[in-house]
């Protein structure tokens, strides 16, 4: 499994393109591409993978990416395990734009700075969140009954109200550097995280990621810190842990269940992990969560 490079073909009298997505689950793999994609999330819960970043998400969840920015969404797990499909467990509204897709100087005029900036700044994308989020929404869900004319006005109402949105647009991947590297190089590293994100509840094989990677296993180890800024280990634990979080939330599943099921070979060293990622056990994490709610 590697990272695809997705082509996006244009809608017709459209400067840009709208999807609604309606799946039993979200089945598009870690990908990539040249335009811009603003998403929103409907219906459905699970992981989102941007970059280097995963985090949970549900409805409601809003996000902008970058060019050439990887990304995938999942359901939880077991949701795929369900004898009757709801074919409408997946929901979401996505918008594809180029930088250029009103005219290469467009969004340098004057009264477009704001949203310039945006763009220049989205290489590791955001999710938008509190009042911007609500107003963005609503924006995006009346999209589609708008004529072609309005819609357009709406979809750059909607960028200049995210450009402004101040702490509403929070950074999802902090480390965008990892996406201006060279084509074979950023080809090299998606082609391991979506190794990782098909493979990490199950036993990870160095040897495996190395050979996707064209380069021994020493060789792979320090050039994959030398990209992202951690090692390949770290990495691993660390959606193994998200995925713990995510079970210790959601389920009444044993410490031993959740410890396997995450991708860990025993209790001991689940535990050990758990306690150094998060400051506090599994234990003391599933009452805190659940005190919250």
């Not at 969140?129 to 750059?156: I, W």
């Not at 550097?177 to 098909?198: C, F, H, K, M, P």
Request: glycine content about 4%.
């Amino acid at each position: 499994m590697k990272a695809s490079l997705e082509h996006l073909d244009p809608q017709e009298n459209n400067s840009f393109q709208i999807r609604e997505v309606i799946q039993h689950r979200f089945d598009a793999p870690y990908h990539y591409h040249s335009a811009f994609e603003l998403t929103l999330i409907i219906a459905g819960e699970g992981k989102r993978f941007v970059g280097n970043n995963i985090t949970d998400f549900r409805p409601g969840d809003l996000v902008l990416l970058g060019a050439n920015l990887p990304h995938c969404w999942q359901n939880h797990r077991q949701d795929w395990l369900h004898s009757q499909e709801d074919g409408q467990q997946a929901q979401a509204l996505v918008i594809h734009f180029t930088a250029d897709f009103l005219g290469a100087d467009f969004f340098n005029k004057p009264e477009c700075r704001s949203i310039k900036k945006l763009l220049d700044k989205a290489r590791g994308g955001f999710s938008i969140q509190g009042p911007t989020q609500d107003r963005v929404v609503r924006e995006m869900l009346a999209l589609k009954d708008l004529n072609p004319f309005s819609r357009l006005l709406s979809l750059l109402n909607i960028l200049q109200l995210i450009s402004v949105a101040g702490v509403d647009a929070q950074s999802i991947d902090a480390n965008e550097n990892n996406y201006q590297l060279s084509t074979s190089d950023l080809e090299r590293i998606n082609r391991i995280y979506a190794y990782v994100i098909a493979n990490y509840t199950q036993e990870v094989h160095l040897d495996e990621v190395a050979h996707l990677a064209n380069m021994t296993e020493t060789a792979f180890c320090r050039y994959f810190k030398k990209i992202t800024k951690k090692t390949f280990v770290s990495l691993v634990t660390e959606f193994r842990i998200k995925h713990a979080c995510d079970l210790l939330r959601t389920s009444n599943k044993s410490m031993v269940e959740i410890c396997f099921e995450s991708g860990f070979g025993n209790l001991s060293h689940f535990n050990k992990q758990f306690k150094q990622y998060m400051n506090e056990t599994p234990l003391q994490y599933r009452k805190l969560v659940r005190e919250w709610e």
